[in-house]
């Protein structure tokens, strides 16, 4: 059985992960200035701000409390951005 100080150090360090990812899209977004890049920059960190309330807060199970919402936006930044990037392509040909 895991302690409650061992399941917020590893909550922790999946929300530097996620930021750190985001961190790294963002680096890209700034060389090419593709919207898909920053788009999944804010989606990690929608996912860091989650993932970092859920341990803060103390929340038994993610997926029944109004934090999984973030997680919901942040893959919904992340279709969206597809969907227009895909869209902006087909009628350049």
Do not use: C, H
Not at 74 to 87: H, M, Q, R, S
Request: aromatic fraction near 14%.
């Amino acid at each position: 059985m895991t302690s409650v100080a061992t399941e917020a150090f590893v909550g922790g360090l999946i929300a530097g992960g996620y930021f750190t990812v985001g961190l790294f899209f963002l680096r890209f977004w700034a060389r090419t200035r593709d919207a898909l890049f920053a788009a999944f920059a804010g989606a990690f960190w929608l996912m860091a701000v989650g993932q970092g309330a859920t341990v803060l807060l103390g929340l038994p199970e993610e997926s029944r409390s109004i934090v999984y919402l973030l997680r919901l936006a942040a893959f919904a930044l992340i279709i969206g951005a597809i969907l227009v990037k895909n869209l902006r392509a087909r009628r350049q040909r």
